[in-house]
């Protein structure tokens, strides 16, 4: 296994963590419990964070920008279809 597929995998991984944290902490009963997910949550947030980048530094996660006209048109879309 490269660099890339091992990072790829960390952060398949990270992503369900962060998952598993969110639902602890909007399900938990308790504000002990709550709060322990929460943290969790935002530990495991700052991580997937950090892995994210390293990819995108070696080209491993590119990312492209959106036209402007394209977010005016969704805007748009979704403004209209509240109204």
């Not at 490269?2 to 990072?7: A, E, K, V």
């Not at 969110?22 to 308790?30: D, F, Q, V, W």
């Not at 969790?40 to 070696?58: A, H, N």
Request: hydrophobic share 30%; glycine share 4%; proline share 4%.
């Amino acid at each position: 296994m490269d660099d890339r597929n091992l990072m790829e995998n960390l952060l398949i991984l990270e992503k369900g963590a962060c998952d598993l944290f969110m639902h602890g902490t909007i399900e938990s009963p308790t504000p002990k419990v709550r709060e322990t997910f929460k943290k969790s949550l935002s530990e495991s947030l700052c991580m997937q964070d950090s892995i994210y980048s390293k990819m995108q530094q070696k080209g491993w996660y590119p990312t492209e920008q959106v036209e402007q006209n394209k977010i005016s048109n969704v805007k748009q879309k979704f403004s209209s279809a509240s109204n």
